[in-house]
């Protein structure tokens, strides 16, 4: 993360991953597909494995491949196992604020509707906006709101002890990003984006653009 906003939205991100994988390298080993996760920059595979799933052709219909793929690794009944290296291996997605835009709209909500059954696809982008919503942007808001003399008493001492909660958490896991603690203090800023990229994911649905080129996904109720 070289930017400033890499290092205030990217946090955001990741950070909303941890409801659904909280123990992404424990989930991968249980036999449920749909706990099947990867990181597309770095996937090892013995050869012969990769040939018998059909390799990237078997999933070349996917803008999600690199969950798709695990996916169908367990799916085909083979071990699947991801490593945290964090320390090891680096990279960086993307470099401006436009490219982090265009990078989690394509993938955000379709990476979502692979994650859970069907039925519950079509909740995943509202629940997550409204808890990102309710978590991240209101203690702020209504803070600022009492320090302008709009609001008093229990929901300003309310407000600014979620703040205070809420900065400590970020500062921890920006950190533990490799990312400067102190963007901690300019979260609500990070989840306004966040916001917007959800939203703007959510909207677009099926139809989704990536370096020029548009494409059609399947809607989450034709997903398996």
Not at 40 to 69: C, K, N, T, W
Not at 154 to 171: F, K
Request: aromatic content about 12%.
């Amino acid at each position: 993360m070289g930017s400033f906003w890499e290092r205030l939205v990217q946090p955001q991100i990741f950070l909303l991953m941890l409801p659904r994988f909280p123990d992404f390298e424990r989930a991968v080993r249980n036999p449920h597909w749909r706990d099947a996760i990867a990181n597309g920059q770095y996937i090892l595979f013995p050869r012969s494995a990769y040939d018998e799933i059909g390799g990237h052709v078997a999933v070349q219909a996917e803008v999600v491949e690199d969950m798709a793929l695990a996916m169908l690794v367990k799916r085909e009944g083979k071990q699947l196992r991801i490593r945290s290296v964090v320390d090891d291996l680096h990279t960086r997605m993307y470099r401006s604020l436009a490219g982090i835009i265009e990078g989690w709209s394509k993938n955000i909500v379709v990476g979502g509707w692979l994650s859970v059954p069907p039925s519950l696809g079509g909740a995943v982008a509202p629940v997550a906006i409204a808890a990102g919503v309710s978590l991240c942007i209101a203690s702020p808001v209504v803070l600022f709101a009492g320090l302008v003399g709009w609001v008093a008493g229990p929901l300003l001492l309310w407000s600014a002890v979620v703040y205070g909660v809420s900065v400590a958490i970020w500062m921890y896991f920006t950190h533990a990003m490799h990312g400067p603690p102190q963007y901690g203090f300019l979260y609500p800023l990070g989840a306004l984006v966040g916001a917007y990229i959800f939203l703007r994911s959510w909207r677009r649905g099926q139809n989704v653009e990536w370096k020029g080129r548009r494409y059609t996904v399947r809607a989450h109720s034709e997903m398996p």
